[in-house]
């Protein structure tokens, strides 16, 4: 027993290491010529960078919700005041602001994964780790966390606010039915995106609540008492945090709806389409997203560049697939669910679907790294501590303008960094 548990916590410590090491590299992807990689200062960072210096200079300027730019959410302005002050007014200070948010989102991806694993023990052990390596290495995630506005808040938040709902779910403890209430009432102040919170919490309960009516996996993990209680604790809780900005758009009506209008699609269609001609347009845009054609705005990305390229794209094809074929798994159920509602307004929008598919991607990294994990690829042998990951070329290049591929010396773990491919776009644009 004391031989198992040490073993146990030499893995634990491995796995944090390994954490630690993608953690890092994630930070280098998006923190590494920052001051002119994207070129420019686009007129949304630079709105958005004037009103966080205005409420430095201007103690009685502290609005709710910002209303101009057709509005803007205001936790991000108010993150990069705070910025401001302890690094001095710039752009770069604005971009590393949404560049640490991109960074902390890597660990928040791994974090739910980890209870995903909890709720269905059957998931490979290493699917956090190759998840959060993906979030880390992914072009798209990369670009998404180097402009210096607030979208990035939407996946990050998002993670938390999933680890602590299935865990109070899992727990039925209190501490996480309060976190999952404050995190979905700050949903709104992140981003339009961020009202979807509510949304995602919703499903989630339903699919918690119907699918043990079901026929599911017999050691899938199951769940407290729901109880009258806990939702009561967790709808106040949510009321609470949100009532500022409820009460601004309560107000002000037209606040609430003021971007929505600009870029809606769904009442008039889009040029000489049907409504129901652009839903099919842009729901067929947003699928090809992943592998066939993306965004071809170079702001946010490489002109037509898809998420995945033809090596990444069959693991997270993959990984969608073993997600479909197990729907009647809780887990399943809920990343599928998730999925689909943060791109729902992909489709529904005449946003660009990279841009506004952003939202989306811890899911996106989660269904890759199951793919990655679910052939074995990404299996740990640990015994003794003498083999990490025995694989190369899986995400990385081996010596691609030299970065590691495979490093292995006799009597010594082997690593794998995957800097390679997935970075291969950034470091083209030196």
């Known amino acids: 027993m004391q031989r198992w548990t040490l073993r146990r916590a030499h893995h634990a410590w491995i796995e944090a290491l390994l954490l630690a090491g993608i953690i890092m590299m994630a930070a280098f992807l998006r923190f590494w010529q920052l001051t002119n990689t994207p070129p420019g200062y686009h007129f949304d960072e630079a709105f958005e960078g004037l009103e966080a210096w205005r409420l430095l200079q201007d103690p009685s300027y502290r609005p709710i919700f910002f209303t101009g730019n057709f509005g803007v959410e205001p936790l991000f302005i108010y993150l990069t005041a705070i910025a401001f002050k302890l690094l001095g007014a710039g752009p770069v200070v604005q971009r590393g602001v949404a560049a640490l948010i991109g960074s902390l989102t890597v660990p928040a991806v791994w974090l739910l994964a980890v209870e995903l694993r909890r709720w269905q023990p059957r998931l490979p ?32 938040l998002l993670c938390p606010l999933l680890w602590a709902l299935l865990a109070a779910l899992r727990t039925g403890r209190t501490a996480a039915w309060l976190l999952a209430g404050a995190l979905t009432g700050l949903g709104p102040y992140t981003y339009p995106a961020g ?24 050691d899938e993990q199951s769940t407290a008492a729901l109880s009258g209680r806990h939702l009561l604790l967790l709808a106040l809780t949510a009321l609470l945090v949100f009532a500022p900005l409820g009460w601004q758009w309560l107000s002000n009506p037209d606040l609430l709806l003021l971007r929505s209008r600009q870029i809606a699609v769904v009442a008039e269609g889009a040029g000489n389409a049907s409504p129901l001609q652009t839903i099919v347009q842009h729901a067929v845009a947003t699928a090809g997203m992943f592998s066939l054609a993306g965004d071809v705005d170079p702001r946010n990305n490489l002109p ?38 943060m791109l729902a307004p ?44 025995a694989r190369a070329g899986l995400l990385g290049a081996p010596g691609h303008r030299g970065l590691p591929g495979r490093v292995h010396r006799p009597g010594r773990p082997r690593l794998l960094w995957p800097l390679g491919h997935i970075a291969r776009p950034l470091l083209r644009l030196r």
């Not at 939202?359 to 740990?380: D, E, F, K, M, Y």
Request: hydrophobic share 60%.
């Open 125 to 156: 052990a290493s699917l956090p780790l190759w998840s959060a390596a993906v979030q880390a290495g992914l072009f798209w995630a990369i670009s998404a966390s180097r402009i210096g506005y607030e979208p990035g808040l939407v996946p990050l």
């Open 304 to 341: 037509g560049r898809p998420v995945f390229d033809a090596f990444l794209a069959p693991f997270f094809y993959l990984g969608l697939a073993l997600t479909l074929w197990r729907w009647r798994q809780r887990s399943a159920a809920w990343l599928l669910a998730v999925l689909v509602i």
């Open 195 to 218: 009202r979807l919170y509510p949304v995602v919490v919703a499903a989630v309960l339903l699919i918690a609540w119907l699918w043990p009516r079901l026929p599911r996996s017999a």
């Open 346 to 389: 992909t489709i529904l929008s005449d946003a660009r679907p990279i841009f506004a598919g952003w939202r989306a991607l811890p899911i996106v990294s989660l269904l890759t790294g199951l793919g990655l994990s679910g052939l074995g690829l990404g299996r740990a042998r640990l015994a003794g501590g003498r083999t990490i990951v």
